[in-house]
């Protein structure tokens, strides 16, 4: 697995804690004007390649660059850099050939894409939320823009507009044979359809409504298999949302998993079992996400799929990184993976019973853990 160190530095690591291997060896949290610290690594499908952000202070001027980094021979490229445009979301498309990435303007978001070793990035498109997948075959991303607009953008650059209006949701998601959309749109009784709908240019057949619900709704497809996880609110500013349930897209069939309200949940690669986090310490009606680091206690939970059993495995204080993720969870579960491959164990990074901030490992199994090295991220190889 890849981790982000304490001190600012990349790393991978043997999930034992053995083989520790720095990525980067420069960073530099003390001095103010020279500062300069990593983060955000992000696995290429193969494993072969690691992508991270670098943040550099000189003087009054912050320079954010886009990393590229070949594990094999720890050739480096620097993708893209700005003092303008902030890199701060990366995301590698399916057979590994580019790497796309969110860049913070001064009044916008941008979408870019590059080649796996290239220094030349390009603009896709613009605006503010963002939010995209890869096609399965890596010619295309689905882009839910600003709220207001579904398009799929060739990796050349065609841009095809969808005619439907988006509903409350985030993250749209293509099917594993490229030849659906999964989306959600807003109907006219105020309503949102969660909806199946032929991708451009196939032979997906007439768009099918799989559920139609009141309020916002957050949605993962199964890794195997023609089922969708998904969590729905009727009040979204609320910053949470309601019980997990599993959706089969062929019959329709709807199996409740929980009773309370996670935060978050992830799939297992082999689509067998769903992790899930669920505060621990709230306050009424609160927004959980908006508590202090030290306020919220999250606990992680794994459902199986089959059975519907649920585990609980262990209580942190998530590290502020990984706070920042938990409310775009939907779309980091398209780039990164806090499973290992075998569908055994977990990553999380937090506070846990003992110590500061580090990076964990629990087994799904037996609920086993430990502390593999400080840091406040760290995520799995896909492979």
């Known amino acids: 697995m890849a981790f982000q160190g304490a001190d600012g530095n990349i790393y ?62 720890s050739q480096r490229v620097e993708t893209f850099s700005s003092t303008d445009s902030r890199p701060f979301y990366l995301y590698w498309s399916p057979n590994g050939s580019y790497i796309s990435f969110l860049t913070q303007e001064s009044d916008d978001v941008s979408l870019r894409l ?57 993250a749209p998601a293509w099917s594993r044979d490229g030849r659906h959309l999964l989306y959600v749109t807003e109907e006219k009784d105020g309503r949102s359809d969660l909806v199946l709908a032929p991708a451009p240019g196939g032979q997906g057949g007439e768009p ?11 949605f993962q497809w199964a890794p195997v298999g023609d089922q969708v996880a998904y969590i729905v609110t009727n009040d979204p500013d ?33 689509g067998r079992k769903i992790a899930y986090l669920v505060p621990e310490l709230t306050t009424t009606r609160a927004n959980p996400l908006s508590q202090s680091q030290v306020g919220l206690r999250l606990g992680l939970w794994v459902v199986e799929v089959e059975s519907g059993e649920r585990k609980w495995l262990a209580a942190f204080v998530p590290s502020r990184e990984l706070l920042d993720m938990l409310p775009f ?32 490992v629990v087994d799904s199994e037996n609920g086993q853990r430990h502390q593999i090295a400080s840091g406040p991220l760290g995520v799995w190889s896909w492979r």
Not at 27 to 48: F, H, K, M, Q
Not at 333 to 345: G, M, T
């Open 12 to 73: 991978t690591i043997h999930p034992d804690g053995g083989q520790l291997r720095p990525l980067t060896q420069d960073a530099n949290l003390l001095d103010e004007e020279s500062a300069r610290v990593y983060g955000w690594p992000t696995w290429s499908p193969d494993g072969e390649r690691v992508a991270f952000i670098a943040t550099h202070r000189e003087g009054q001027r912050v320079k954010h660059s886009l990393i590229n980094l070949r594990l094999e021979n």
């Open 114 to 170: 590059a080649r796996a070793g290239s220094v030349v990035a390009r603009r896709l498109e613009r605006g503010s939320p963002f939010y995209f997948d890869w096609a399965p075959d890596s010619s295309a991303l689905l882009m839910h823009v600003s709220g207001e607009r579904l398009a799929v953008a060739k990796v050349e650059g065609q841009l095809e507009a969808l005619s439907d209006q988006p509903g409350l949701f985030a």
């Open 208 to 218: 099918i409504r799989l559920l139609r619900f009141q309020g916002a709704i957050a």
């Open 238 to 270: 609320l910053g949470t949302f309601g019980p997990l349930w599993l959706l089969d897209v062929e019959s329709g069939q709807k199996t409740q998993f929980t009773t309370d309200n996670p935060l978050a949940f992830f799939w297992s690669p082999d």
């Open 329 to 360: 969870f939907d779309q980091y579960a398209h780039s990164v993976s806090f499973w290992s491959p075998d569908s055994r164990q977990i990553v999380f990074a937090g506070r846990g019973e003992v110590g500061g901030v580090g990076v964990w």
